[in-house]
């Protein structure tokens, strides 16, 4: 069995080259970063005992769905142990070697987390913008639980399924913005977050912490917020 959705794959294999060009198709993903950062350096910092200049040392980090290492590249720069896995073997050399170029000693995979040797334990899971694009979902999740050590946690960002997040994250991104792909998203596949709580707690996980990803058009930056109406990312934790 497997969480591959080939058509996925496939059409961010495409885009592969552009990862690191910060006006290119990825432009969302890097305006998204310092937000996402902040909010998984805050969760960690009050998790683990941690130092203020490195604040993730000695942690070990699995990023699925690394993509280019738009995320495991900062998680390395504050003090990470970090193994990034794809599914798109372009996705894994552009990561290898811009994480190369930079000399960053940084384990990239071309594997989806049920490939991953289940005796291989993490203290961090970075689940972010991926539930939306795999298939067998509880075997994603399950293999995710497998992967995390007893008192790590998993941080899942992704979309609601609401009618604001069908307007703004597929008709205003894609169509009207062109900020992503058109088909980037398919929005029958977004999860309400009582749905991907539930899935969660049903494998043995319990959520620490659920919050929304608002962006500021003016400020053009996003933060943290209340409003999980479109982006959301739950942090949950293994006991």
Request: proline share 3%; with cysteine.
């Amino acid at each position: 069995m497997t969480t591959i959705n080939k058509e996925e794959i496939q059409k961010f294999s495409l885009l592969a080259d552009e990862w690191w060009d910060v006006e290119g198709k990825f432009k969302p993903l890097h305006m998204f970063n310092p937000a996402r950062i902040k909010y998984i350096v805050d969760i960690c910092s009050k998790h683990f005992k941690v130092d203020k200049k490195t604040p993730l040392k000695n942690l070990k980090i699995l990023d699925i769905g690394c993509g280019g290492g738009l995320i495991s590249e900062p998680m390395y720069r504050l003090g990470a142990e970090v193994t990034g896995i794809d599914a798109s073997l372009k996705n894994i050399k552009v990561a290898e070697i811009h994480a190369k170029k930079n000399k960053f000693d940084i384990r990239y995979l071309n594997k989806s987390p049920e490939q991953m040797d289940s005796d291989e334990k993490f203290d961090i899971i970075l689940n972010l913008e991926v539930v939306e694009h795999v298939d067998n979902l509880d075997l994603y999740l399950n293999s995710c639980f497998k992967l995390l050590k007893k008192g790590g946690i998993m941080f899942t960002a992704t979309l609601n399924r609401t009618f604001i997040s069908y307007i703004k994250a597929i008709i205003g991104a894609e169509y009207v913005l062109r900020w992503l792909p058109i088909g980037t998203h398919d929005w029958n596949k977004f999860l309400k977050p009582e749905e991907l709580e539930k899935m969660l707690s049903e494998i043995g996980f319990f959520t620490k912490d659920l919050s929304g990803l608002s962006f500021n058009p003016f400020l053009k930056k996003w933060k943290k917020t209340k409003d999980v109406s479109v982006n959301y990312i739950m942090t949950v934790s293994k006991n």
